[in-house]
């Protein structure tokens, strides 16, 4: 637990030194932010194994498919690291790329979940075939 | 000489083969066949070895319906990590475990209606067979209009409840399977409002049927019944009194023929009860251990994932639900329709 409150501690200190850089020196900030941001999305990773563990053991006891779980823990990736992204960019005070960033990650999302949709429709069409 | 020759082989030709009645209920259809106890000793015990049985073989079955739960709930906790991201981006990873969910949910689901459709089939099949047997059974007994109105309404209502689950409600079921994977995609309200309207119409249909079905076979029973009982009355009485010297012997002697016929009434009825319940019971345990696995699923990916997901699982839990009246409901009309006629005249 010690990382958590050494990353509260990061994150606050970070933010006060944003606010205290960011009116003569914005770059700075913005690099700032997103080094914060960096260090503490790798400790939540660590935070995170023992959850993908436990995903695993899940996974291996419901006999899921792999590709089934890869589609869904990459659209979760995707989704978290274009939604940061996209923040940081709107910290930046550019709100068109965060915009662009959000809308690239929809659409990575949309093409991952392709087949999975492919495979919803022929269940589908193998339904109404039958009825 | 010739003339008594002549008369004995006219006498002869005369004669047809006579063989005392026979009643047995149908055998049991394949499906239950693994199931039905090998000797019915009496109605308790054959339920009894029936029910140990079909709990001896769903095992496997048991273990599906837990894998299927885990890998909803899997999918669950992994979407359950984006419940922090405002954005339209978390939308569309929410439409991707939507689709993934429903496309698992559906193959199980696919499989049970399947289930559902052929025990419905084959209960209405055998429903087919059973009832003309009873039918025999009663008239033999002295219920020559209590049989005629109960075949005439059971096998109306079999071939009727057959005909509107696999042509009508199990398309509704579909439909609001359908209905509910778009709500949860798109989260529309008014799709939502279909689905519950076609899950109401179901569950009405099958009840108003279910209770006209025993209001028929209660009326017909109790007035058929009555009819049937003073005229075997006014037969016996008849025979005793109109027949000179051994009249009231043959009175007594129709009594035991009347007794012996619902002997083979009761057993062939006992039989075709546990054959029916032996057709029913291992779907009903299959959709049934499915039902209470997704609730208990339902209520776990309530705490961590979206309500739409958890809509979704409790709408498949409800589609479960719904084949469980389905079969349940042709079930219980064969048994009921095989109760009535055991109940025969008196």
């Not at chain 1, 690291?81 to 996209?86: G, N, Q």
């Not at chain 2, 026979?22 to 693994?34: C, D, K, M, T, Y």
């Not at chain 2, 409600?169 to 409002?193: C, H, Q, R, T």
């Not at chain 2, 209660?218 to 027949?243: C, E, M, N, W």
């Amino acid at each position: 637990m010690d990382d958590f409150w050494k990353s509260i501690a990061v994150v606050l200190t970070s933010a006060i030194l944003g606010l205290a850089i960011g009116k003569t020196e914005k770059d700075l900030s913005v690099l700032l932010t997103m080094t914060t941001c960096s260090i503490v999305g790798v400790i939540t990773v660590n935070y995170l194994k023992p959850v993908l563990n436990l995903l695993k053991e899940l996974t291996y006891m419901g006999q899921l498919q792999d590709n089934i779980l890869m589609v869904i823990l990459k659209s979760v990736g995707i989704a978290l690291v274009s939604e940061f992204a996209s923040m940081v960019c709107i910290d930046a005070g550019n709100n068109s790329l965060a915009k662009v960033l959000q809308l690239l990650g929809c659409s990575t999302i949309a093409f991952l979940s392709v087949p999975m949709i492919r495979s919803v429709l022929s269940l589908i069409e193998e339904i109404l075939f039958i009825l | 000489m010739i003339k008594l020759i002549c008369i004995f082989l006219m006498m002869c030709s005369c004669v047809t083969p006579v063989s005392a009645l026979e009643i047995e209920a149908p055998n049991v259809p394949q499906s239950g066949r693994h199931i039905m106890p090998e000797e019915i000793d009496s109605f308790g015990d054959g339920l009894v070895e029936l029910l140990n049985n079909a709990l001896n073989t769903f095992s496997p079955d048991l273990v599906e319906a837990f894998e299927v739960a885990m890998q909803i709930i899997t999918v669950s906790m992994m979407l359950a990590l984006l419940q922090t991201i405002p954005s339209r981006v978390k939308h569309m990873a929410d439409i991707t475990g939507t689709a993934v969910i429903t496309s698992m949910l559906l193959r199980s689901t696919k499989s049970m209606i399947s289930l559902a459709t052929q025990t419905i089939q084959e209960l209405s099949n055998y429903g087919k067979l059973l009832c003309p047997v009873m039918t025999t059974a009663l008239a033999a007994q002295g219920g020559i209009s209590a049989s005629t109105s109960l075949y005439i309404g059971t096998s109306t209502f079999n071939a009727f409840i057959g005909s509107l689950i696999a042509d009508v409600l199990v398309p509704m079921v579909y439909l609001f399977l359908a209905l509910s994977a778009a709500n949860s995609a798109v989260g529309e309200d008014i799709l939502k409002k279909l689905g519950v309207l076609i899950k109401n119409a179901i569950s009405w249909s099958l009840k108003t049927l279910l209770i006209v079905f025993t209001t028929y076979m209660s009326i017909t029973g109790v007035v058929s019944g009555t009819t049937d009982k003073a005229t075997l009355k006014a037969t016996k009485v008849v025979i005793s009194s109109a027949v000179p010297v051994v009249g009231g012997i043959l009175s007594d002697a129709s009594e035991s023929i009347l007794v012996g016929a619902e002997l083979m009434k009761n057993a062939a009825g006992i039989y075709g009860i546990l054959a029916t319940l032996a057709v029913f019971v291992d779907p009903f345990l299959k959709i049934g251990v499915r039902y209470i696995l997704l609730k208990i699923t339902s209520t776990i990916c309530g705490l961590v994932t979206t309500k739409s997901i958890t809509g979704l699982i409790e709408d498949f839990t409800t589609a479960f639900g719904l084949l469980l009246a389905m079969t349940g409901s042709v079930c219980l009309l064969l048994l009921i329709s095989t109760v009535c006629f055991l109940k025969g005249v008196s």
